[in-house]
T-cell receptor
Framework: KAGVTQTPRYLIKTRGQQVTLSCSPISGHRSVSWYQQTPGQGLQFLFE???????NKGNFPGRFSGRQFSNSRSEMNVSTLELGDSALYLC???????????FGSGTQLSVL | AQSVTQPDIHITVSEGASLELRCNYS??????LFWYVQSPGQGLQLLLK??????LVQGIKGFEAEFKRSQSSFNLRKPSVHWSDAAEYFC?????????????FGTGTRLQVTL
C-alpha cells in the first residue's frame, strides 16, 4: 500500500505570493491533517479534514486554508506569504478518529 | 489548554545502553498520549499510544512507555538502544473525546547514539 504522498517536496516562494501544497492520503483513509513544523515553534496543528469537511482547526490566521476532495486528497493554501511561513508542512492521514496517523515526508517551504 | 514538555533537548547514549526519554503533559482529564519518531528528512512514525487501560504500553522497535497519572508523565523507554534509533522523538497529547488527529506536540528530544 502506498504511503502518504506530499507534493512538491521543496518549494521556494517570495513574500506576498501564495502557495498550494498537495497531499494524497493512504488509500481508504478519510481523515487528513496538516501540521507546520519549525525549529522555533515545533509541530503545530493546522487543520483536519474528514469526508471533505473541516473537522478541527488550529490557531493559525485565515491566510492558511485547506480543502479535501471526494477522493480524500487534500490541498493546503497559504496566501500572502510571510517570511515566518518558512517551514516543513506535514500531512497525515488516518482511517478514523482514533486511528494512528501516517505522516508524509512533508513539503519544505522557503519564503524569501 | 493541553501542553507537553520534553525537558531534554538532546540526549546521547551508547549503543546497547538503556534509554529513557521524559515527557510531562498538562491536561485536565485523562488524555490520549503518543510517542512519535522522526528521522532526518522524513515524516513522523508512531511508536506507541495510550488511550486507557494498562498503563504500560508496548510499541514498535522494542519501545515501551508508562503512563503515570500522579506525575503527569509518559516516559519512553528502551532497554537496549541500537544505532538506528538515532532520531528525534516527539511526545504528543490529544484531547479525550477528540480525535487522534489534533495533537499537541512537545518540542522533541534528539537522540544521538554512539558506537
Amino acid at each position: 500500500k502506498a504511503g502518504v504522498t506530499q507534493t512538491p517536496r521543496y518549494l521556494i516562494k517570495t513574500r506576498g505570493q501564495q502557495v498550494t501544497l498537495s497531499c494524497s492520503p493512504i488509500s481508504g483513509h478519510r481523515s487528513v491533517s496538516w501540521y507546520q513544523q519549525t525549529p522555533g515553534q515545533g509541530l503545530q496543528f493546522l487543520f483536519e479534514y474528514f469526508s471533505e469537511t473541516q473537522r478541527n482547526k488550529g490557531n493559525f490566521p485565515g491566510r492558511f486554508s485547506g480543502r479535501q476532495f471526494s477522493n480524500s486528497r487534500s490541498e493546503m493554501n497559504v496566501s500572502t506569504l510571510e517570511l515566518g511561513d518558512s517551514a516543513l508542512y506535514l500531512c497525515a492521514s488516518s482511517f478514523g478518529s482514533l486511528e494512528k496517523l501516517f505522516f508524509g515526508s512533508g513539503t519544505q517551504l522557503s519564503v524569501l | 489548554a493541553q501542553s507537553v514538555t520534553q525537558p531534554d533537548i538532546h540526549i546521547t547514549v551508547s549503543e546497547g545502553a538503556s534509554l529513557e526519554l521524559r515527557c510531562n503533559y498538562s491536561y485536565g482529564a485523562t488524555p490520549y498520549l503518543f510517542w512519535y519518531v522522526q528521522s532526518p528528512g522524513q515524516g513522523l512514525q508512531l511508536l506507541l499510544k495510550y488511550f486507557s487501560g494498562d498503563t504500560l504500553v508496548q510499541g514498535i522497535k522494542g519501545f515501551e512507555a508508562e503512563f503515570k497519572r500522579s506525575q503527569s508523565s509518559f516516559n519512553l523507554r528502551k532497554p537496549s538502544v541500537h544505532w538506528s534509533d538515532a532520531a528525534e522523538y516527539f511526545c504528543a497529547v490529544g484531547a479525550q473525546g477528540g480525535t487522534a488527529s489534533k495533537l499537541t506536540f512537545g518540542t522533541g528530544t534528539r537522540l544521538q547514539v554512539t558506537l
